[in-house]
Each structure stands twice: as C-alpha cells, then as structure tokens.
C-alpha cells in the first residue's frame, strides 16, 4: 500500500487553502502528499464573500471589493461605511485555479481524482479509502461530509440562496456599492434577504438567501429574483451570465476537529459559522494555525479555544432564536446594525471581539428572548 505523510481528503476550499499554507514553509513543502477529490474543479461553482483588512493571501484573485455596504429592511435603512475593513468577493474557479497553478513545480504533491468511502485510523497510519484503492498516510485531512444527515440538530437550518449575474443595457449600478442585506423581501418562509454585489456600472450578483428547514422550488427563488430586479432595482431589461446555487449547513452540532490522525478542516471542522453560513475567513485561519503547528513540527491537533465555545454558544443562541422564530432575523440583525457602528457587528459576526464588546451588541437585541435561551444553552452546549 503506497504512504503519504498526508492525504488532503477533498480539494475545495479548506482543502487547497491548506495545500496553499503547506508550500508556504520550507518544513512542509516537501512531504510527499496525496490530494484526493472527485471533482477536476474546473467549474466556477460558487463566489466567496467575505470581509477583513485587506490582508488576504488571496488579494491577486479578488475580483471586486466595496468599502461602503448597505443595511435595508421595511423600515430601517443604513450605509455602513466598513473601512479599514474591506468587503472582498472572489469567484471560485479562480481560487481553484489559482493554487493548483502554483503545484506544478511540485513532484511530491500527487492529485487524483477518485470518490473517498472511507477513512479511518489503523495500527500502520491512517487508511483512505476510495472507489480505486486504498491510500496509507500519517495524517488525513479531511473536508468531506460523509453523511449530512449526522450535523443536524434539533434548531439546524439551511442557508440556501440562488443567486444571477446580471449585466444591463445601461448603467444602473454603482460598484463602489454593495447591498449585505436587504431584507424588504417577504419573511413569510422565514429569515430571507438579497445581496445586491454591482461589479461595474452594468453588472452585478444578485443573491435570494434563505435561512429555513428547507429550500425551495427553483421557481420560487427565480420569481423573487425577477420582482426585485424589475421593482426594487427598477431594472427591465437585463441578461442573465451566470445562475449560482447553493445550500450551507446553519447548525449548532458539536464539529470535532479530529479523530486520531484525522483532521478536519473547512465545514466539517466546524468553521462555518452557524447563525450566517460565513466561513471563508475561518477556513482560512484554522488551516494556517494547522499548518503553522506542522511547520513547528508539532501534532497538527487543534483544540477548540475558549473564543471558539464561546461564539458557539452565541451562535446556538440566535440559531435557537431564528429556528423557533421567537423573533424575525431581520429585526434581530436592523437592531444589532441600529445600535453598533458597522466595524463592531462584522468584527462580532467574524468572531473577533472581546467580552465587552460582544456585552455591546448582546445588548442590542431584547434580553427577554435572549436570556431564557442563552441560560438554557449555557448547560446544554459545550
Ligand atoms: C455556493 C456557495 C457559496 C458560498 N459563498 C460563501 C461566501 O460568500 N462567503 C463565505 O464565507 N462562505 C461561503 N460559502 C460557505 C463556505 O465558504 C463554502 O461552502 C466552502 O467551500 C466550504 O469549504 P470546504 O472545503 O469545507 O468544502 P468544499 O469547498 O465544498 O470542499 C469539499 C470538497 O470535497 C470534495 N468531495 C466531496 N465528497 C467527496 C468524496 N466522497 N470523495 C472525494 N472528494 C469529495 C468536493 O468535490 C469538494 O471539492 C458558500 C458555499 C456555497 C455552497
């Protein structure tokens, strides 16, 4: 049986992210590595969002940034003028593209492409197996889910969204300019809103996003696509480039981030987070700390920190909140963005303030729904 010192099960966003840290240093750089995926990831099959310092490893793919960002419900309207934070988009074939470039000079990274049944830890290494043969390694890293049906929780939801790149005859957008959050759509199916993301004066990603128990016909999302294109934006004549579809798993189950010599990374390490589906910006600070231990010649075992239980008990919380509908998303989030500057709420949902801080935006939305549920949690998640 042929040994790797590691096999990178699943060759997405966790899993090439931790490809692209491991070439990074002299350390890591030639292990004989083994990277496993089904698909040749030559599709452009979803767009990564997300905001920071502009400090991206990433910076040469950005396809657009926006430092202002609007907030919109019925009524409550707010610019959020983010800065020094940076709202950045980035298409994933160009990520995908982008780092299996950089492995061509790379003898010792091997890719293949074969479907992952199995991994499990043995006497010899860890063994993975695919549909082809059965790989021995020292390590496994894994971004797979083998089965979505064991992350469901009592309060789990779906983040699911179809989104449409438009391009129009005239210019109707302003790039400098992004809709995060318009939630003037119906809430009758449950937290729902639209990205409005202009790229260029006629061109943009318009997103329907959803946080319910279950997604929709296609129909449904393509009519309030129309009704906000034609109505809200006040746009009839439009082509459609690029149609984008996608379900992100919103659940409060306790992701565990190995299992012997099998580490996980991406969603089913836990980092997307559960009470908005972002996760890029904690894929990317997982795997580096993995790969920063590696590097060191330590154990790539990342325990979970106090920061990390403590946003997952806030996320169980409001999870709870908007799975129970004690209280619309859209007024839990117009409150949050009422009462907090724009760089306090995206520092707290990328889980990066302090106690006091989140004190400030806990206080923002009514305790007597908060309270009952958080002091339940408190006991209940760990
Ligand atoms: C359409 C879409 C848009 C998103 N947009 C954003 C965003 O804007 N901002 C944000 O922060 N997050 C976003 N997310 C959430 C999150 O960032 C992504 O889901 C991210 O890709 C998760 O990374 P991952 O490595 O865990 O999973 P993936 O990127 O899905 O990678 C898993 C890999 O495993 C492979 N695989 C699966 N099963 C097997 C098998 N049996 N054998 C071999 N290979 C297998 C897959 O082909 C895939 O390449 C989005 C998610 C989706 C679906």
Not at 255 to 268: D, E, H, M, Q, S
Not at 317 to 336: D, W, Y
Request: proline fraction near 2%; charge should be positive; include cysteine.
């Amino acid at each position: 049986m042929k040994r790797y010192d590691y096999i990178i099960c699943g060759a997405g966003c966790a899993g090439l992210t931790f490809l692209y840290e491991i070439i990074s240093y002299d350390k890591t750089k030639n292990k004989k590595i083994l990277v496993i995926d089904t698909s040749i990831k030559n599709q452009n099959d979803r767009t990564w969002c997300f905001w920071d310092n502009n400090e991206s490893n990433f910076r040469d793919i950005i396809n657009h940034q926006w430092s202002q960002l609007n907030f919109k419900t019925n009524n409550f309207q707010k610019k959020l003028l983010i800065t020094p934070y940076i709202y950045s988009m980035i298409n994933g074939l160009d990520f995908y593209q982008y780092i299996l470039s950089m492995l061509s000079n790379h003898h010792n990274i091997e890719i293949k492409q074969e479907n992952v049944l199995n991994i499990e830890n043995t006497e010899n290494g860890v063994e993975v197996k695919t549909s082809n043969k059965t790989y021995l390694t020292e390590y496994a890293f894994n971004s797979i889910i083998f089965d979505k049906k064991t992350i469901e929780t009592k309060n789990s939801l779906l983040q699911h969204f179809k989104g449409i790149e438009i391009e129009t005859q005239n210019d109707v957008f302003n790039p400098e300019e992004a809709t995060f959050m318009d939630f003037s759509t119906s809430q009758a199916k449950g937290t729902s809103f639209i990205y409005v993301l202009p790229t260029a004066k006629k061109k943009a990603l318009i997103e329907y996003t959803l946080f319910t128990k279950n997604i929709l016909e296609q129909k449904d999302y393509d009519d309030v696509l129309e009704d906000y294109i034609k109505n809200k934006l006040g746009i009839k004549e439009y082509i459609t480039n690029h149609t984008e579809f996608g379900i992100i798993p919103m659940t409060d189950y306790k992701f565990k981030r190995f299992n012997g010599n099998i580490i996980n990374l991406g969603t089913v390490a836990g980092c997307v987070k559960p009470s908005s589906g972002f996760a890029f910006n904690f894929i990317q600070r997982h795997t580096k700390q993995i790969v920063a231990l590696l590097a060191q010649g330590k154990k790539p075992h990342l325990k979970k920190s106090f920061n990390d239980r403590k946003f997952h008990l806030y996320d169980a919380v409001l999870l709870e909140v908007l799975a129970e509908n004690k209280m619309q998303g859209s007024e839990v989030f117009a409150s949050i963005f009422k009462k907090n500057s724009p760089q306090l709420v995206l520092k707290f949902l990328d889980n990066q303030t302090n106690i006091w801080e989140d004190l400030k935006i806990m206080t923002s939305v009514p305790s007597k729904i908060f309270l009952p549920i958080a002091l339940k949690k408190i006991f209940t998640v760990k």
